[in-house]
């Protein structure tokens, strides 16, 4: 059963891998294996890739996580996701986070806010602007990416560490398939003996009482960044009204948004339809990134 459950998430993670071929490393440098924090022992790290011709200064972060699980894949290999946002001159930071069923949500969540801090606080070293970053995921990778962008905050002055002390706001959101209310998905901390949820999910069995503080949807407000959804209207695991729902809210507050939905497409992009999200979520990045005056 178990080693079914990864199986799973592993193609969760590889559905919103871009389809292209890897192209040589000469066009683009690889900073492995950045440290920006550590828990039990364990490294958590980015990977960057920045353009060798003409990089924008924008950098887009990526969320690795299916099932809210963070797989380490080579640079050499992962760059393939990417390749299109490199050709177009942004700098890509794949993001990994401490992964279930070791780390629950709360902890998950936290582990990309240091990151993205850490980030913001050192981007001058690689050529980054800190206003302009943008985050992208899919599945648990876009409920994380909406939870950054949708609950940041400004930072805390009294961190040790001086980079806890910066905003972890971004300036764009694109997700792929997001759950956005985990209302009604959290088990709480007795589930039942047999929970299919639980099983396939275990980095949900964490306090009911604190499903709201990591549901995008309760945050949306006014000053939210841009963000766009894309999902299939097909999906039998995170129900295209996942997408819907919070489209709605952010037309609500007047959050410049779109919604894209691909006909026919379940849980995960392929052939065309990755094509086509790849080719929204580049736009996206260029319209709300390259001339944006959004600050932290």
């Not at 604190?210 to 959804?229: C, E, G, N, Q, R």
Request: aromatic share 10%; charged share 20%; proline share 7%.
């Amino acid at each position: 059963m178990r080693k079914a459950i990864y199986s799973i998430l592993f193609v969760l993670i590889l559905a919103v891998s871009h389809a292209a071929q890897v192209r040589p490393a000469s066009n683009f440098d690889v900073t492995p294996d950045v440290v920006y924090g550590h828990k039990d022992g364990m490294a958590l790290t980015f990977d960057i890739f920045k353009p060798k011709a003409k990089p924008n200064g924008a950098a887009v972060i990526f969320i690795v996580s299916g099932g809210w699980v963070s797989r380490y894949t080579p640079p050499d290999e992962a760059v393939a996701r990417y390749q299109s946002l490199l050709d177009k001159g942004f700098t890509v930071i794949s993001l990994r986070h401490g992964g279930s069923p070791k780390y629950l949500i709360p902890e998950i969540v936290a582990d990309v806010r240091r990151g993205v801090r850490f980030i913001r606080y050192n981007a001058k070293r690689w050529g980054i602007d800190p206003n302009r970053l943008g985050v992208w995921g899919g599945s648990a990778g876009g409920h994380l990416s909406l939870m950054i962008g949708l609950a940041s905050d400004s930072g805390d002055a009294a961190a040790k560490e001086d980079f806890m002390k910066e905003s972890d706001r971004v300036q764009a959101v694109v997700a792929w398939f997001p759950p956005v209310d985990l209302r009604s998905l959290v088990r709480g901390l007795n589930p039942p003996a047999t929970d299919t949820v639980l099983d396939r999910y275990p980095a949900l069995n964490f306090e009911k009482e604190k499903a709201a503080d990591y549901s995008p949807i309760v945050f949306v407000t006014p000053d939210d960044p841009p963000t766009l959804l894309i999902h299939g209207d097909k999906d039998a695991l995170v129900n295209i009204s996942n997408s819907q729902v919070i489209f709605d809210a952010f037309k609500k507050n007047n959050v410049k948004t779109d919604f894209i939905t691909i006909p026919g497409a379940g849980h995960g992009f392929r052939g065309e339809d990755v094509k086509r999200a790849m080719a929204a979520t580049i736009s996206w990045f260029e319209q709300t990134l390259l001339n944006n005056g959004n600050k932290p």
